[in-house]
């Protein structure tokens, strides 16, 4: 039925999805929110790479299903274990950052996100807000996504 060993199969599946989730936590967070040409770019190439990574030499439909339920038991395992941990929660997610605080830009959390402040200012527009210096609170959330407060 099985053209390569389960264990193969499994082994490979289990240490691509568990590398790419290491490196996916140590990307900046604004990069799971907005897509930038080149962040797309790396995402298809990793794509590719990632599925010969864990295919190689299988073209069976047993071994390539049983390869994507790995996949998605891992993922199910992590989402899991995010919901039921604080600990590892703690470890498997990051935490929102703070990048504006009563009007002023927080450049040092701006530098550690890799956002520019360009595109701090596109994303305050893009919520009706044209100045900085009226919010309360810009949070870069763990989604990617800026939540602000506006100063009363």
């Known amino acids: 039925m099985f053209e390569k060993p389960i ?4 082994l490979r599946a289990t240490a691509v999805y568990l590398i790419l989730a290491v490196f996916v936590r140590i990307l900046p967070k604004r990069n799971a929110g907005s897509l930038s040409p080149n962040d797309l770019i790396a995402l298809v190439v990793i794509g590719g790479l ?3 990574a864990i295919s190689v030499g299988a073209e069976s439909t047993p071994d390539l299903l049983l390869m994507v339920g790995v996949v ?3 993922d199910y395992g992590f989402n899991w274990l995010e919901y039921r941990s604080p600990r590892f929660r703690k470890i498997a997610q990051d935490s929102p ?3 504006i605080y009563n009007g002023r830009i927080l450049r040092e959390n701006l ?3 890799l956002m520019t402040e360009e595109e701090l200012a596109a994303s305050l527009r893009k919520q009706g807000i044209d100045d900085p210096a009226k919010v309360k609170q810009a949070i870069l959330e763990v989604d990617g996504h800026l939540s602000t407060i506006r100063l009363d």
């Open 72 to 74: 998605f038991a891992w």
């Open 111 to 113: 530098r550690r996100e």
């Open 7 to 10: 264990w193969e199969i499994l």
């Open 50 to 52: 990632t599925a010969d």
């Open 97 to 99: 950052t703070l990048l």
